[in-house]
């Protein structure tokens, strides 16, 4: 793995040359006092999901316990399922009010927050789009986050078609971003055609690119592949890089958004215009503190020892890396993305855990 290496340009911070490159940040969180540092460095937008969700109130006991007491109080006769929501929309309301200023200056074209749906619902297009309508209504500068998987891609179509901002999530694959690009791409048309107000939609796809290399590691581990195990890597940014050329060549209106950060690689290598990242505040508050100055590495390829390696001895990562290795009914199938629901499942069932407790003490 590469180390950041240093630059004696003294006169920026390496955000600030980020976003000169073309490339945005969003904070890979909701908790607003990160977002409120992350917002004054910079960042235009920020995204949640229920681990973060789960996160946050065990690292702030004491901020988000009462607002769990108040809404058992005003809600009593709620499930857990369903306070569990509501503290989920009081946060987006809190992160997306931090935001709006962004939103605002940009006339609708920054400053999103995303908001997950329920994981439960991942085979469900219908129970999607009604939620995902429930949640866009929380404030101006929401965009909804819904897994590429066949019911996923089929709600963010309909979303988007009704004039909502989507974020495309648990994506790991070539063919699930431009699938779903393709969706929404449709869904413009749609909206278009129905005299929906297409100004200010933005609409983002997510590559997971470190969960796509833990998944690589994981083949690579268990199947006893005769390779470096370090290659696994290079496996996110070489997918990311391949969907940009891609999405350049088409013209599609999705941004494209890197997510899952594992290691400095996910920073350093992906730089460029149109890229949006969203990092944990750990990562770029420690990225902004260094000396290292970006360059615009998003179009260099990667080097073509280890992508052989990669695409001649992982057929996993094949599967990743090329535009029609998968339909769209194989999405759901896909190592990674299985991986990926089931932590996001976990995740919602602590939160509910979390809330439980609380109804129960209270």
């Not at 078609?161 to 971003?177: D, K, L, M, R």
């Not at 997971?208 to 998944?215: I, K, P, S, T, Y």
């Amino acid at each position: 793995m590469e180390t950041i290496e240093t630059s004696k340009d003294e006169n920026k911070k390496p955000l600030a040359k980020m976003h000169e490159l073309g490339c945005e940040f969003w904070n890979d969180s909701a908790d607003l006092a990160e977002l409120e540092n992350a917002v004054a460095a910079g960042a235009t937008g920020a995204t949640s999901n229920p681990v973060i969700v789960q996160n946050t109130i065990k690292a702030q006991p004491e901020k988000w316990n009462p607002v769990i007491a108040q809404i058992n109080r005003d809600y009593p006769m709620s499930t857990e399922d369903e306070m569990a929501w509501l503290l989920i929309e009081e946060m987006g309301r809190r992160a997306a009010k931090v935001l709006e200023p962004v939103y605002i200056h940009t006339k609708g074209e920054r400053g999103f927050l995303s908001l997950q749906l329920n994981p439960k619902n991942f085979r469900d297009a219908e129970r999607m789009v009604l939620q995902g309508k429930q949640l866009s209504r929380l404030a101006m500068n929401i965009a909804i986050k819904a897994p590429v998987v066949p019911a996923g891609i089929q709600a963010m179509e309909e979303l988007t078609a009704q004039g909502i901002n989507v974020n495309a999530t648990v994506c790991f694959s070539v063919s699930q971003a431009v699938e779903v690009a393709r969706a929404i791409e449709r869904g413009f048309e749609r909206a278009k055609s129905s005299g929906v107000d297409t100004e200010t939609l933005q609409p983002y796809i997510t590559i997971m690119v470190g969960r796509l290399d833990d998944h690589i590691g994981r083949v690579i581990q268990s199947k006893g592949l005769n390779v470096d195990p370090g290659i696994a890597h290079w496996a996110g940014i070489a997918v990311f890089k391949q969907a940009y050329r891609i999405f350049k060549r088409e013209g599609f209106k999705s941004r494209l958004l890197v997510a899952a950060y594992r290691h400095n690689m996910h920073w350093t290598e992906l730089m460029g215009p149109q890229v949006t990242m969203t990092i944990p505040y750990g990562w770029w508050t420690r990225f902004n503190e260094t000396n290292h100055m970006p360059l615009a590495t998003i179009e260099k390829p990667v080097s073509p020892p280890i992508l052989d390696a990669l695409y001649n001895d992982v057929s996993d990562f094949r599967l990743a890396y090329d535009e029609d290795a998968m339909g769209a009914e194989k999405f759901l199938n896909y190592g990674a993305t299985v991986h990926t629901l089931n932590q996001f499942l976990g995740g919602y069932e602590g939160l509910v855990q979390l809330i439980r407790q609380q109804m129960i003490h209270t």
